[in-house]
């Protein structure tokens, strides 16, 4: 069940547990070997999400800020999150095929935990 995508835009979705709702988060899609190595680097924000694929370990060297780091299986469920603050080196997750980024605090807003499954929705390209 491997997953490709693309550079750019889309939405994360979160389902909190018990069908209490679902939030739905923007996201940046960084699946170039070129954009996973820039990732968050030399950034004050993120709006949302990046979403890092492939990937199975983070770090946070030159990072300005605190972030959010979720580690998903194959399926897009969460095996681990963690909050690492700047000039951190993230342990390999050898189960994790994808790794979320957000600020700080930001994913226990969400609800997303260990055991909660997502869904990335890609923003449809002109042309594509």
């Known amino acids: 069940m491997g997953r490709q995508w693309r550079d750019g835009q889309g ?10 709702g679902a939030f739905a988060v923007p996201l940046e899609i960084a699946a170039s070997y070129r954009a996973r190595t820039k990732g968050l680097l030399g950034r004050d924000s ?3 999400a990046m979403l890092l694929s492939p990937a199975n370990s983070v770090h946070t060297f030159r990072m ?3 972030i959010d780091v979720a580690y998903l299986d194959r399926d897009l ?6 909050t690492m603050k700047p000039w951190r ?5 050898a189960r994790a095929r994808h ?19 997502v869904e990335v929705i890609p923003e449809v390209q002109a042309g594509s």
Not at 77 to 82: E, F, P, R
């Open 64 to 66: 300005r800020m605190p």
């Open 89 to 93: 080196l993230g342990l390999l997750r």
């Open 46 to 48: 993120v709006d949302g």
């Open 99 to 117: 790794v979320l980024e957000s600020e700080a605090g930001a994913m226990e807003g969400w609800g997303l935990r260990v055991g909660v499954r």
């Open 11 to 20: 939405k994360l979705i979160v389902r909190t547990g018990g069908g209490a």
């Open 77 to 82: 469920t969460v095996i681990a999150v963690l």
